[in-house]
């Protein structure tokens, strides 16, 4: 059983079905699409889920090994950093089409790169297997197995048996203490907080090697607490610091999000606040971690610059309402302590236990206040509550009708949940089940 969850890459020519899968096995069109200094537009990144199965996708944006235009040989060199970092990767090539020649020099490449490989002919909708698969034994690379992304026909099965092998969520590490992530586009200040953390007496981290076989964590005492940094771009200790030895990957990014309990995202105050930072934290949110937001760099700032930065990220991140942000100055130390309080109570959240009794009496109380609407006449009935789990918190709430309870009345019942059980810095999931 492998103890991480996967990166599955999608590769093949354009116009295959690479985004429309995408898009499928994520869930959602907020793709973050890479446009940072170095990576194409066209490179997306994700996490999906499938019965219960986390997982990172990434779409290559296309191999197109023939072509001499120097935009295309970026694309492809970072389609190839893509695929070293995949664990499973998926060809698309297209039914409708038949095999082309870019399919062949594709299929060639991946052969050589030995990794586990599952040929998908998409667009293959209401189509028999015999059918479709013929013209594509021809690869070499194994059964072709028919899929629609566009209609979802296959892509259960391919997913359940892709999957089999890989846990529900990545292992715990095995270590204790609060596992962090510090993430952020490149240049925000990162290595620099990184340094601030581990490089001080305080420290009493020894080199560590990597605890498991992809991820380096890190521990370290801090203020006289435990945490453990979870390395999103492979450290190591040089003299007196820690550098960063490889290259930005998202991928590691995510991988890292996926491992920690509390997510420190920086951006950079000395600079514009990007669509790129909104979609890295978009995903902290949609995988439910806990999180801090960290505005990097406010040293040397005039007061209106100080309020603009504050208008831009209440502007830009308005769905991040749960994660407090916090103004630093890595460099100088200046509001470190203090983000590594909040680092911790945000780790006591996603964390907390919430007894039944409790819930049920929160339950009711809010319900005695505030009645649940009545649909065609009858009252939507709210009967009781348990957690359903941490990191993030759930709390399933059982009564009849929920399906139809209105998106105010939920936000109404998951704030007086927050407040009840102090649930700062956490996304608390809420699920309803009806019983008749
Ligand atoms: P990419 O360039 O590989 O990312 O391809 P896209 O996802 O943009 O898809 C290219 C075209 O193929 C679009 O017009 C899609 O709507 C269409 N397409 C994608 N999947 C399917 C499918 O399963 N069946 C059919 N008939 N068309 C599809
Ligand atoms: P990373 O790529 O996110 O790891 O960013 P680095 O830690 O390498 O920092 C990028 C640049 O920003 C370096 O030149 C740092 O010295 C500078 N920097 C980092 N933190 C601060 C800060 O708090 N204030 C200022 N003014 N500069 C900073």
Not at 285 to 300: E, S, V
Request: proline share 6%; net charge neutral.
């Amino acid at each position: 059983m492998n103890e991480k969850i996967p990166t599955i890459a999608l590769v093949g020519r354009p116009n295959v079905g690479k985004s429309t899968l995408f898009n499928r096995l994520t869930g959602t069109r907020d793709a973050l699409v890479a446009d940072l200094p170095g990576l194409t537009r066209d490179r997306q990144y994700g996490f999906g889920s499938f019965e219960n199965k986390a997982f990172i996708v990434v779409d290559t944006g296309g191999l197109m090994p023939e072509s001499a235009d120097p935009l295309a040989a970026l694309a492809e060199e970072q389609a190839q950093i893509a695929l070293q970092e995949a664990d499973l990767v998926l060809f698309l090539v297209d039914g409708l089409q038949g095999r082309l020649g870019p399919d062949e020099a594709i299929a060639k490449q991946l052969r050589k790169l030995g990794k586990p490989l599952t040929l998908l002919v998409n667009k293959s909708e209401g189509q028999t297997k015999t059918a479709v698969a013929g013209d594509f034994y021809a690869l070499g690379l194994g059964e072709p197995v028919p899929v629609s992304a566009q209609h979802g026909d296959g892509i259960a099965g391919l997913l359940r048996e892709l999957l089999a092998s890989y846990p529900e969520q990545a292992a715990p590490l095995p270590l204790d203490g609060v596992c962090v992530a510090i993430v952020g586009r490149p240049n925000v200040g990162k290595s620099t907080l990184v340094n601030r953390l581990l490089g001080e007496e305080r420290v009493v981290a020894a080199d560590m090697p990597g605890t498991t076989r992809d991820a380096i964590a890190v521990p370290f005492d801090y203020d006289g607490h435990r945490f453990t940094l979870i390395d999103t771009a492979g450290i190591r200790r040089r003299a007196r610091v820690w550098e960063a030895v490889e290259k930005f990957s998202i991928v590691k990014t995510l991988e890292a999000i996926e491992r920690a309990h509390v997510v420190v995202a920086v951006l950079d105050a000395q600079n514009d606040i990007s669509e790129q930072d909104a979609r890295l934290l978009g995903l902290v949110a949609q995988r439910g971690r806990a999180m801090i937001i960290a505005i990097n760099k406010w040293d040397g700032l005039q007061s209106d610059e100080r309020e603009q930065v504050r208008y831009q990220v209440s502007l830009k991140m308005p769905f991040l309402d749960y994660a407090p942000v916090r103004y630093i100055s890595a460099r100088h130390g200046t509001g470190v302590g203090e983000l590594m309080g909040f680092v911790q109570d945000a780790y006591d959240a996603t964390m907390r236990e919430m007894p039944t009794p409790e819930l049920n009496k929160i339950l009711e109380k809010a319900v005695e206040q505030h009645q649940p609407p009545a649909v065609l006449g009858r009252r939507i009935k709210l009967r009781y509550a348990h957690q359903g789990g941490q990191n993030p918190p759930k709390i399933v709430v059982h009564g009849n009708q929920t399906e139809k309870l209105p998106e105010a009345y939920k936000r109404y019942l998951t704030n007086r949940f927050r407040e009840a059980f102090k649930l700062v810095g956490v996304p608390l999931v809420l699920s309803f089940k009806t019983g008749d």
